[in-house]
């Protein structure tokens, strides 16, 4: 008995051509609802092929590269086809320089962010010149003076603020004081009240930016509150009247006055 193979179904698509098999018999006489599907194209001379699968894309290699920063050499591994701009990313890490801080040279050229290694000719263990731009140079150098003179004005203020936290004591007890009915020397509330403007002029004199600014006039305010608070208590002070001392003298029994004598002094001859 001759068995003939059913036809198979063509659908086009595109430029190929999908064939769908029939299912196969099985042992028990009962077809499968698998189909085999094959994809064929056409070739430029009129034949039909079976396409075949496409290859996955091999991974670009990774280059070493050498770079020098001065007397510094550093070794980074990127890809071929990266752009020198993510190469200076690399580097932040590395030299603490943002991108935009970085110049970098291959072959005696400053290549720009957006060129790519392998079109520029990088190869494995090529070495790139890293030359920190002279105009972000100068911009760390004023932004180190000023984080310095920030510095200098907190602990200038953190200075007056000790002075003040003293003096500032020193009004409450005198405070106290009054109003507990006890005269205070008029000489130690003036001399109270010109060691807190000492201590203003000290503020006026220092040059403070952002938070440091703030911290300062917070420290002028307190100044102007103790000075403000001595010159009400001494009006207070002048209205309180010293203690009148009663003193009782002892009254003591005087002997009474001796007897007059007459001393008869002898004569010798």
């Not at 299912?23 to 064929?40: G, I, K, L, M, N």
């Amino acid at each position: 008995m001759i068995r003939r193979n059913r036809p198979s179904a063509y659908v086009r698509t595109g430029g190929s051509i999908t064939t769908t098999r029939p299912p196969a018999p099985s042992s028990s006489s009962s077809y499968t609802s698998r189909d085999d599907e094959a994809v064929w194209e056409m070739r430029p001379g009129g034949m039909l092929v079976q396409k075949r699968g496409e290859k996955p894309e091999a991974p670009m290699p990774n280059l070493r590269l050498r770079i020098a920063y001065g007397a510094l050499r550093y070794e980074i591994s990127v890809s071929s086809i990266v752009t020198f701009g993510e190469v200076k990313k690399v580097l932040t890490e590395q030299t603490r320089l943002q991108p935009g801080e970085q110049r970098l040279v291959f072959r005696g050229k400053e290549r720009e962010n957006g060129e790519y290694l392998d079109m520029s000719g990088v190869k494995d263990r090529s070495k790139i010149v890293l030359i920190q731009d002279p105009a972000s140079i100068e911009r760390r150098f004023l932004e180190m003076r000023r984080n310095a003179k920030i510095q200098s004005a907190h602990r200038a203020i953190s200075d007056v603020s000790t002075e003040v936290n003293k003096l500032a004591e020193q009004v409450s007890a005198i405070e106290k004081s009054i109003s507990n009915g006890v005269k205070v020397p008029e000489l130690q509330l003036t001399t109270l009240t010109e060691m807190l403007m000492r201590q203003a002029i000290k503020l006026e004199s220092i040059q403070a930016e952002g938070d440091a600014s703030q911290q300062k006039n917070l420290q002028g305010k307190r100044v102007q509150k103790c000075v403000e608070n001595l010159d009400v208590l001494k009006i207070s002070n002048a209205q309180i009247k010293p203690p009148v001392v009663t003193t009782k003298w002892e009254t003591f029994d005087l002997p009474p006055p001796a007897s007059s004598t007459t001393t008869q002094w002898e004569l010798f001859d």
